[in-house]
């Protein structure tokens, strides 16, 4: 073979496959919280886990973290034209501030990136925008989930403690134990505490113990954040009902993982972070490469359920970065 | 000093406008808290909640004596509680270990802040103002940069978890109830029967003159800002400790909660007058008030509103019963009252 014959024939090669790889795999820009985010480390944990896959079909995934979060808005709609300029077929992002990333995310998908809202943001917004999907978490079902697992155990009296009442998060999750409990012929009250309460572990532990005194009926006891669960441990046991009150919480920390395993706490409702980085980049990867689409929307990657039967594989998740 | 046997000198002592606010808020929540209320385990669910507020409570209220005002404290109990779970729970290394860096770092904390103080001539309270913003930052940082999380667990054993995170006395008291009557007991003999005490309310009351009397004032301006920031660390280590777990987060409510148990116990907010036993009153009428809601029938959303209620009757009835108790005078012959 001449030598301008292998030129043309490797040119001609490569520049097929070129094409094929701009046509067909899908080059993925996936914008997140910074590296010392705990939080955020679980997601990029799951995004790390599926990139081999849209490699190996010819692709590539970026992560473009937000350094820190001092510039917050500004800085996030920054990297959303990052990712434009980088021509990226597909984008994920979480919509923290709507009013600063809306008009970006509109531009990404005006130039023709398929945009996938992770996280932050929540159905409504997706449709709205043009989204593709929404995976992420939201609190009323992680609430109705957290109620329907205590009457479907028994449960007929719980107690949501609510160390920050009046936030739209909190009072959701609490609604959706009450709603979950309520259906099932149970009831559910508030326990919204003052503020002069916040941060005290032991004002929280002895309100907690006030109110399961005081009412002989309660049988469960959810507190909205994980923290408050080791007050709400304490003054469960000082109460000496601990053996007819199950405790459960909202998120989860070491300390309440470890209840769990002792079996002194029943569940813990987690929003399950590795699996907004995870299906986030494989469905919008699966959507540009091969069409697919899903029927399922949003796909909402909590609520969650850790409690005895599963305690075991979770605490190996935690080993791992995962959980 | 010779009148305290009749009932008017007992009423002047800076302490009986407490006692009677004390009282007060006692007797409300004995008739709406109903028996469990009065029962141990709802006492000591006032008592476990003051105990920790008291240990903080003294030393910012002998600052506010001496005309000063620290309110780093809130970040130094979650500073406390951080250390112990870093150190012993994240590292496992020993607890002894961690209880003298947590120490350690109150005593510094209290160092720059005195010495800020008397160095800068800014006011204490924005010193202090950095020196919260700067702690937590700090707190956060570390914590996250060490552990990747912002909750670290610890399970204490034997006698570390027996003298400062455990029940005692029943079961139902929480052991910094001891260290709470211990460092009150300290106090009022280091406020009331020694010179220091005086010092500290000459500084109060005009701090030019007192140095010029020959007090040492700078010496003893960093001593205080030293206690109170490290009772803050201690209490968040006993939480610590007691709660098998620390959170980057709270420990801001003790700042008010501190202050306001400090003035209803009858400190004056702009110094000089006030006294340990009033302030050990205050901060007991502050829990009750703050946790006796929960033995109530008032609704919950409800209690905010009562707490804020409460606490202003308490102040304004020690306010009404210093006035009369410093205008108070012993029966003399021929005298109509």
Known sequence: MKLSTFTKVMATTALVAMTATATLAADIAVIG????????????????????????????????RLVNYDNFAPDVVQLIRTAISMEVDGLVIPDWVPEAEDPAIKEAIAAGITVILMNAGGADKARELGAINYVGNEEYPAGVAGGEYFASHGQKNVLCVNTLPGATNTEARCKGVSDAITAAGGKSTQLPLPTTSFGDATAVAEAIKAEILKDETIDGVITISAGDADSAAIGIEQSGRAAAISLASFDMNEAGLARIKAGTQTFSIDQQPYLQGYLSV???????????????????TGPGIVDASNIDATLAGVEKGAR | MTSNSSIGGLLRRPEAGAFLGLVAVLIFFAIFGGVTFLKPAGMSSWLNVAANLGVIA?????????????????????LGAMTVAVVSGHFGLSIWLGVALTLSFGVIVGLINGYMVIRTA???????????????????????????S???????????????????LGGQLQAMVIWWLIVTAFYIFFVHFSRFGNWIFAMGGDKVSARNAGIPTERLTITLFVLSST???FVGMCQAILYNSAQVAGGQSFIFNAII??????????????????????????????QGIYYTDFDRNWSSLIIGV?????????????????SYSSKKKGAKT
Do not use: C, H
């Not at chain 1, 590296?35 to 473009?64: C, E, H, M, Q, R």
């Not at chain 1, 494989?282 to 909402?300: C, E, Q, R």
């Not at chain 2, 506010?64 to 309110?71: F, H, Y």
């Open chain 2, 310 to 326: 409460l606490l202003l009757l308490a102040v304004l009835m020690n306010n009404t019963f210093r006035k009369m108790a410093l």
């Open chain 2, 150 to 168: 912002t909750s670290v667990a610890l399970a204490t054993e034997g006698p570390a978890k027996a003298i400062f995170g455990d029940f005692v």
């Open chain 1, 33 to 64: 919280g910074s590296n010392d985010d705990a939080f955020w480390n679980k997601i990029k944990k799951g995004l790390d886990d599926a990139t081999p896959a849209v490699v190996a079909n010819g692709g590539s995934v970026n992560y473009l």
């Open chain 2, 261 to 290: 148990s400090v003035v209803v116990g009858g400190v004056l907010l702009t110094g000089g007058f006030g006294s340990v036993v009033g302030i050990f009153f205050g901060t007991i009428t502050f829990a009750i008030v703050n």
């Open chain 2, 122 to 148: 800014v006011p204490s309270l924005i010193v202090t103002l950095g020196s919260l913003f700067a702690v937590q930052g700090i707190v956060l940082g570390l914590t996250v940069l060490i552990t990747k």
């Open chain 2, 58 to 78: 003294i030393p910012v209220g002998l600052l506010m004596i001496a005309g000063e005002l620290d309110i780093s404290v809130g970040a130094m109990v979650p």
């Open chain 2, 231 to 233: 009772s803050a660390a």
């Open chain 1, 282 to 300: 494989s469905i919008l990867a699966s959507a540009i490469d091969f069409g697919t689409s899903l029927p399922t929307f949003p796909i909402l």
